[in-house]
């Protein structure tokens, strides 16, 4: 069969076999597609390399067919693969290089204030109070002028607490017409009936912080009353046609109302839903009893889809291909985002502030300067995913972008180097989006100690038994 001859099996062709069924991945591409058995038998056979003249033979005696019929099934199934790129026709085509604009930067997220209503224990920012020394209104409208100038279309407030700053609305108007899209993420306790008619007219979306589905777990991280509140600014927002996210960073006590959180968000019309977990930043780093178990962590995918699959009435959209193609090769930090912090001072991202991350001052040097000069953002600019640890050997790289840096460094204290228990929830949270997407049949559990007899130790998905947050350094 000359078609047969033609074909060439990608050099890093994944089949993830699960339960009975099997996921083709093409890394280089970032495209997937869920198998039937003949389909699978088929890719296996070439991309070990096997005598081809014999496939149909092989395919004959594994699936019982005429000798007629499996060589046209071959046929078929090339095809197939062909079009759906697991496998390519003649040459293997260069892998796509992500392309970058002129200017990448998107967004600057301003940490307005230190000062903060609310004392939850696992802040980042460690928000408590007012820093000496923030920048006034002049200057905050000055950095506006600033980020303007530097190109980004999207200036995020965040904190602390931003309503904490009397002057936050002032300041947004000025964002707005300057031409930017003005962003900000509050735990609601200072929107009220009162003033959303201000905060609808000044921002383009607000981000609610509600952490859990039941009072008592939220207040219990970020204190007594912050639930009502936070559900009273959504839903103020919401009446007010204003567009909302929310933010949810879960503790392991939480996990029990979990599918009340979903159930909160999916009844609603509210925009993206940004799941994460306690980690060791800030505040958190000294309450690390609060953080989820391994097992649960890299559960944690399987749990949310399987809770919105239960509970699916067509609220919200369980298809996970929106990424399938799309090559992300940088997780943004220094290149499509930068953070100032209350005083004015430049880094890469918001959950880096750290002294070894820390730039330059726009009191002093404008931001658009210290974008494209900087050496440290220029560094954290050139690390795409190849030139991380042990990212450059993963096969979904190009899918993640390493992840986030800023979350990884709080557990390795290197950016180049990927924790492998983040690396490992990584990874399942791409298998089940991939499983899902595919439309149909289920999604098949996830490995966990099995999976030692076939990978190494220092492969990307690690078996959960070896991995103990516990004894990890915070």
Not at 58 to 84: D, G
Not at 113 to 123: E, F, H, K
Not at 137 to 166: C, H, I, K, N
Request: charged residues 25%; hydrophobic residues 35%; glycine residues 8%.
């Amino acid at each position: 069969m000359e078609l047969l001859n033609r074909v060439l099996v990608p050099s890093r062709l994944a089949l993830i076999y699960r339960d009975g069924q099997t996921l083709g991945y093409n890394p280089a591409l970032n495209v997937w597609h869920r198998l039937s058995e003949e389909q699978a038998e088929v890719l296996r056979w070439l991309r070990a390399g096997r005598d081809r003249g014999l496939l149909a033979d092989h395919l004959e005696r594994r699936f019982p067919h005429a000798a007629a019929t499996a060589e046209q099934s071959v046929r078929q199934i090339i095809e197939w693969s062909v079009l759906r790129r697991m496998l390519y026709l003649d040459h293997e085509p260069p892998a796509p290089e992500p392309s970058m604009p002129p200017n990448p930067l998107d967004a600057v997220y301003w940490i307005c204030t230190q000062a903060c209503n609310l004392r939850c224990g696992y802040c980042y920012q460690e928000a408590m109070v007012a820093r000496p020394d923030e920048l006034s209104t002049t200057e905050a409208l000055d950095l506006v002028r600033q980020v303007a100038e530097a190109g980004a279309r999207t200036m995020v407030f965040t904190g602390g607490e931003p309503f904490s700053r009397r002057d936050l609305l002032e300041v947004a108007r000025g964002a707005k017409r300057a031409g930017l899209t003005a962003n900000v993420i509050t735990n609601g306790h200072y929107i009220t009936e009162r003033n959303i008619a201000a905060v609808a007219a000044t921002f383009d979306k607000v981000t609610v912080s509600l952490d859990h589905g039941r009072p008592e777990h939220h207040d219990r991280q970020r204190g007594e009353g912050s639930w009502r509140r936070a559900t009273d600014a959504i839903r103020l927002l919401l009446q007010a046609r204003v567009e909302v996210d929310v933010n949810s960073v879960l503790a392991h006590f939480g996990l029990a109302d979990l599918a009340e959180l979903l159930d909160f968000v999916d009844e609603r019309p509210i925009g993206q839903h940004r799941i994460a977990m306690q980690f060791p930043m800030g505040r958190g780093s000294a309450v690390r009893d609060d953080e989820l178990s391994p097992q649960e962590i890299i559960g944690l995918p399987d749990r949310i889809h399987a809770l919105r699959t239960a509970a699916d009435d067509g609220r919200r959209p369980q298809n996970g291909g929106g990424d399938k193609g799309r090559i992300r090769t940088h997780c943004g930090a220094g290149l499509s985002e930068v953070s100032v912090d209350p005083e004015g001072w430049v880094y890469p991202c918001k959950l880096l502030q750290y002294p070894e991350f820390r730039t330059q001052n726009i009191r002093q040097t404008p931001l658009a300067d210290i974008y494209a000069n900087n050496p440290t953002l220029h560094s954290a600019q050139g690390k795409t995913a190849r030139h991380l640890r042990p990212c450059a050997t993963c096969i979904i790289r190009d899918g993640c972008g390493g992840g986030c840096r800023g979350i990884h460094y709080s557990f390795t204290g290197d950016y180049d180097l990927s924790d492998p228990l983040f690396c490992a929830y990584l990874r399942r949270e791409f298998e089940v989006k991939a499983w899902s997407s595919t439309g149909t049949g289920t999604v098949p559990p996830r490995l966990t100690d099995e999976f030692a007899a076939a990978a190494p130790r220092s492969a990307t998905f690690i078996p959960i038994s070896t991995i103990r947050v516990r004894d990890r350094e915070p």
